[in-house]
């Protein structure tokens, strides 16, 4: 069982890496905060996976690490909406009032 | 019994995760990748989740696996929604140029 | 009002407890710190989220299988996507009209995130702007059902057009 749960850890960790690439690539900012989103999930189920190997207090760290991550994925989108501040509801879609990131290509 | 179950369990969640990934990798605009995060992932979790907690020596491992999970669900389903409307406000992808209009 | 509000504060509060409970493992030294803790987070999540009509926990309970069936199978369906060498995709937007309150326009979103092909990004007016994966799969015939479950917890009168 040891074994089998450091060998899906592993294939977890290799998912993640493909992420990464993702976050390397972008292109846009969403694209990065949405694949650094993938790897606070994956961490989670790694943390998870290594529960059952010590003495499962890695549950603690994967239920924080759950909430920051979402916490940052909050973050993320609070500081690109367009006052900088507000609630993406405020600004309707299709009207980007002065954003930066145009010309950026779609993958 | 138990450690089959946890086998089939977790490799069955390894594979969304693998699946969340490539779809991260190949899905061709950012809102297709959200799609494939978001369900993939969390599925993913939920299997490992049930896996590993047949494995937990105490209702209360067992519990907080619950309680993490739910707390991942419902992040995914709320941040899907906030960067997805991000990433429209962002690139300007508007709907109006959506390929089927509005239905009532 | 103010009976929504004493409902609101008992359903926080036995799932507040819980949460605590489940974070101290239900260890008596945890239990004083608790007492304090839970109601201060009850209090505070009434603040900044006030209660303005009861759920239904009934129609929620009831309606969790189908979401977990849901939910497995979109992710089964994104990850046969994929996987799949040609990558069958047809990715496009609609608006639907959906009658709800705020509160429950952004747990439908979530919702209809985790389910097959949908994925919402906020409204546009009194619409919800739903990205579709394959807008020639048929994954939009399901947000009306799910708009109208989502009613039916919330307890608000069903939308006046049948759809």
């Known amino acids: 069982m040891t074994f089998w749960l450091h060998l899906v850890t592993l294939g977890v960790l290799a998912s993640l890496g493909g992420a990464l690439w993702r976050v390397w690539r972008g292109p846009s900012p969403a694209d990065r905060m949405m694949a650094a989103q993938l790897v606070g999930t994956g961490g989670v189920a790694v943390l998870m996976l290594l529960a059952p190997l010590r003495d499962w207090a890695a549950l603690d760290v994967a239920l924080a690490l759950a909430l920051l991550a979402a916490l940052a994925a909050v973050g993320f989108v609070k500081a690109t909406s367009p006052d900088g501040a507000g609630d993406p509801e405020e600004t309707a879609p299709g009207n980007p009032a002065g954003r930066d990131g145009n010309g950026e290509g779609d993958g | 019994m138990a450690d089959l179950a946890t086998v089939l369990l977790t490799a069955a969640g390894l594979c969304f995760f693998l699946a969340g990934t490539a779809g991260v990798i190949r899905f061709p605009d950012i809102h297709s990748r959200l799609h494939a995060l978001t369900k993939a992932d969390n599925l993913g979790l939920g299997f490992i989740a049930v896996g590993v907690a047949l494995q937990a020596e105490s209702w209360a491992q067992v519990a907080r696996l619950g309680l993490i999970w739910a707390l991942a669900l419902l992040a995914a389903g709320t941040v899907a929604q906030l960067v997805a409307r991000a990433a429209l406000t962002d690139r300007a992808a508007a709907p109006d140029g959506a390929k089927r209009g509005s239905r009532r | ?163």
């Not at chain 3, 008596?28 to 239904?56: D, F, H, I, N, Y």
């Not at chain 3, 009831?62 to 996987?83: C, I, Q």
């Open chain 3, 1 to 163: 009002m103010a009976a929504a509000t004493t409902q609101a504060a008992l359903h926080r509060f036995a799932l507040f407890g819980a949460v605590w409970i489940v974070l101290t493992s239900a260890e008596p030294g945890g239990m004083l710190a608790g007492a304090l803790a839970v109601p201060a987070a009850v209090w505070m999540s009434l603040r900044l989220l006030p209660a303005r009509r009861p759920v239904v926990l009934l129609r929620l309970a009831l309606h969790a299988p189908r979401f977990l069936y849901g939910s497995v199978a979109g992710g089964v369906d994104v990850a046969r996507r994929a996987f799949s060498p040609s990558m069958p995709l047809d990715p496009g937007w609609i608006a639907v009209p959906v009658d709800l309150p705020d509160a429950g326009r952004v747990a439908l979103g979530a919702e209809l995130s985790l389910m097959p092909g949908t994925l919402a990004a906020g409204t546009q007016g009194d619409r919800l702007l739903v990205h579709l994966l394959d807008c020639k799969a048929g994954f939009d015939a399901a947000i009306p059902q799910e708009a109208a479950a989502m009613a039916e917890i919330l307890a608000v009168a069903p939308p006046p057009r049948s759809s």
